[in-house]
């Protein structure tokens, strides 16, 4: 391993490990510091305070063996025995960091050499930050396939309108139809007796979460396979959070779609 980091590579180490959400907290920070053996700058912004740790370490000490010490701990597994939805998003945040430097941080905590990274691929980033939060979501994995960079060129409404495209694909797989948008949704789910049930089918109780059913799908199709006729994609930026919540809905779709029957007929 090399023996510096850049200025530039330092800062953003100490930003993912700062992060806001996901982030060391004050009292971590402050703990890290004092293990691996560096001087506390104090209690001042997160993000600063472990810079400025860094930076004083590697030029009064000439190497960077003290920082890359505060990295193994901060990213030991076992802190977060109590808090595992912390690890994954922590460990993502500093690997593109550290992909600049050529290194990683693997699953067990260790630090690993990979080939340095010169370029940002933001679709490929903004890819990976989406998939590993729907995944702490324990979203459907029909949906998932649709959070990939190429989905993501522009902003998520892509990832998001090939998701709801693929909840018709399953309505068609289900039911041998042909139709798409309403017109598949009403004669699957829809009228008096539905070809596709998702429940049981025989209490008021079960007919009204049917019709809800019903008009959820539409309203989701409505929302972003219509709206693709009217508006350019470009013009729509959906935030992450909002394509999400999103991709959760559509998630439960899929997931009530699964668990569908086609009822006998009499």
């Not at 399953?170 to 998702?198: F, N, W, Y």
């Amino acid at each position: 391993m090399e023996d510096f980091f850049s200025q530039e590579q330092l800062e953003s180490i100490a930003d993912a490990l700062g992060d806001t959400e996901f982030g060391l907290t004050g009292s971590e920070i402050a703990f890290l510091i004092k293990s691996a053996k560096m001087k506390d700058p104090g209690p001042i912004t997160k993000r600063h305070r472990i810079y400025n740790a860094f930076a004083e370490a590697q030029n009064t000490r000439k190497n960077r063996t003290n920082i890359l010490q505060f990295i193994r701990l901060a990213l030991a597994p076992a802190r977060y025995s109590k808090s595992p939805e912390r690890f994954e998003p922590l460990r993502e945040r500093a690997n593109k960091s550290l992909a600049f430097a050529g290194l990683y941080v693997d699953e067990t905590g260790e630090i690993r050499k990979s080939k340095a990274t010169k370029t940002l691929s933001e679709a490929e980033l903004r890819a990976r930050d989406l998939r590993n939060d729907l995944q702490l979501r324990r979203i459907h994995p029909d949906v998932l396939r649709f959070c990939k960079s190429e989905y993501l060129q522009d902003n998520y409404f892509h990832a998001v309108l090939e998701a709801v495209k693929s909840v018709m694909d399953k309505l068609r797989e289900k039911t041998g139809m042909s139709d798409d948008g309403t017109v598949l949704i009403d004669r699957a789910l829809g009228g008096t007796q539905p070809l596709l049930l998702i429940n049981e089918g025989t209490t008021p109780n079960h007919k009204s979460e049917q019709k809800g059913f019903v008009n959820l799908l539409k309203g989701i199709n409505s929302m972003f396979r219509n709206t693709t006729a009217h508006e350019a994609r470009i013009n729509w930026n959906i935030s992450k959070d909002d394509a999400e919540d999103l991709l959760t809905i559509v998630s439960l779709i899929h997931r009530r779609l699964d668990e569908a029957h086609i009822p006998p007929r009499v």
